[in-house]
């Protein structure tokens, strides 16, 4: 799932929620997100242009946290 944008995902069938981890390292539930979106995302060519275009301002959202850097 190379992506300039999306580090990771995943969907969390119990409440409807799909977890992004952006490559910078925040991570944002987005909240009531149809398992039928999340499996597009999935299958996006960019996984970015989707998130834009698909689900900001579509979906209500919360920032979870920052994702721990590891030490160097």
Do not use: C, F
């Not at 009531?32 to 060519?45: I, Q």
């Amino acid at each position: 799932m190379p992506s300039s944008v999306v580090d990771n995902m995943e969907y969390l069938e119990e409440t409807s929620t799909l977890r992004i981890t952006y490559v910078g390292g925040r991570i944002y539930d987005y909240l009531k997100v149809p398992l039928s979106v999340y499996k597009e995302m999935k299958a996006a060519t960019s996984k970015g242009t989707y998130l834009n275009y698909q689900i900001k301002g579509k979906y209500k959202y919360k920032k979870v946290k920052q994702k721990e850097q590891a030490p160097d």
